[in-house]
């Protein structure tokens, strides 16, 4: 950049001092333009950096999914439908998974369900039975309690021995243990039965829980695609065992409108500062020599890798370097027709109102960069 602008200033003086001869040349004007140059120069290149900053880290992204089978057990790969490279559709079936052994699961907890079922009237069965127990206790021990008082008005008297007492006091008090334990057994079934979560069963609810777990392994059995792309690096066969702990194969999806035409450049932290959304910026790429390309801003990103603390037990250290650089969104005009792959890369200038000067001469050496493209460019 100096070089250009030196040179470009020296080749002026040349033009008006010596070749057109328009204005003569005194120790008073060479002292002048002596001073001057470096000073035009050095404010340019400054404006250039602050005003209009460019960015040599200008590339093209695509968002890639990776496809991780969603069952909760390992299952066998069965077939492949998917073949690499060939355009897919959202919900196209790109591979299944052998689903007999879902399939056994889910008779197994269908059943589960209809025997915890119909065991809830078995648990009210049982709850009758047990009330019915506690009042057969109880009027067992009223029976015991009425025969007791009468033997003790009698032993009063002086009509019966203290051993027929104490037997009717035995009967009392196996009356009363009786009475516990119903009401223990009567206990324990009713919370049986009136266990429920909401207004089922929690044994049923259980049951059913398993079953609609292993139907959605069922249905995942059968991956399909996330969006409209198309599947890359394609190594997965048949007979695989595959799980939800690893990817199986990478999905490309294809750009919307949101993302099509968008570049994203990263500029140093203080030229970053100067750029805001909606801006004009100019993109060239090296596979397009010659060409380049208009465009605005559409997001800034106030965030770099060096700005995220993982979590660790440990402090956080300082030896990261200080050059964290800065993304920003550049949508290109007219852009629909125009391919870029993703991993593209170029170089990108955003331009401000300010110092137009300095504006005209990055757009000028941004061309020139894009007409160096066709001596450098490679295969």
């Known amino acids: 950049m100096m070089p250009a602008i030196f040179g470009s200033y020296a080749a002026l003086i040349w033009l008006v001092f010596a070749k057109l001869r328009l204005i003569p040349l005194t120790l008073p ?83 589960a369900v209809a025997a915890a079922t119909q065991s809830v009237p078995q648990l009210k069965a049982a709850l009758d039975q047990a009330t019915a127990g506690v009042e057969r206790a109880g009027a067992q021990l009223s029976l015991a309690q009425a025969d007791f008082d009468r033997q003790n008005v009698l032993f009063t008297k ?37 266990s429920n979560i909401g207004d089922e069963n929690t044994t049923v609810a259980q049951a059913r829980q398993q079953l609609d777990q292993a139907k959605y392994n069922l249905d995942e059995a059968t991956v399909r695609a996330p969006c409209d792309g198309y599947v890359t690096n394609l190594q997965l066969l048949p007979g695989t065992v595959v799980s939800a702990a690893a990817s199986v ?40 020599p010659g060409r380049v390309f208009p465009g605005k801003v559409l997001t800034t990103i106030d965030l770099a890798s060096e700005g995220q603390l993982t979590a660790t037990g440990l402090f956080p250290g300082t030896d990261t370097p200080h050059n964290a650089r800065f993304a920003v969104r550049i949508k290109l005009d007219d852009s629909d027709d125009l391919r870029l792959p993703a991993g593209t890369q170029g170089s990108a200038a955003v331009f401000s109102g300010d110092v137009q000067i300095a504006g005209v001469i990055r757009m000028a050496v941004l061309r020139a960069n894009s007409w160096l493209n066709y001596l450098f460019f490679t295969s």
Do not use: W
């Open 249 to 288: 194969m990478p999905f490309v999806c294809n750009r919307d409108g949101g993302n099509r035409g968008v570049v994203v450049a990263t500029f140093m932290q203080g030229p970053y500062l100067a750029i805001k959304p909606g801006a004009y910026a100019e993109v060239v790429f090296p596979m397009y």
């Open 29 to 111: 004007i060479a002292i002048i333009l002596a001073a001057v140059g470096p000073l035009f120069a050095f404010y340019i290149i400054l404006s250039m950096n602050n005003d209009h900053p460019s960015s040599t880290d200008a590339r093209v992204f695509q968002r890639v999914v990776q496809i991780t089978p969603h069952i909760t057990v390992p299952g066998r790969v069965q077939t492949v439908v998917a073949q690499a490279n060939t355009p897919l559709t959202k919900g196209d079936v790109l591979f299944t998974i052998d689903p007999r052994p879902f399939q056994f699961e889910v008779n197994r907890l269908e059943a």
């Open 158 to 194: 002086g009509d019966i021995a203290q051993a027929a007492l104490d037997k009717y006091q035995r009967n009392l008090e196996s009356a009363q243990e009786a009475v516990t334990g119903a009401k223990a057994v009567e206990t324990k079934a009713r919370l049986a039965y009136e």
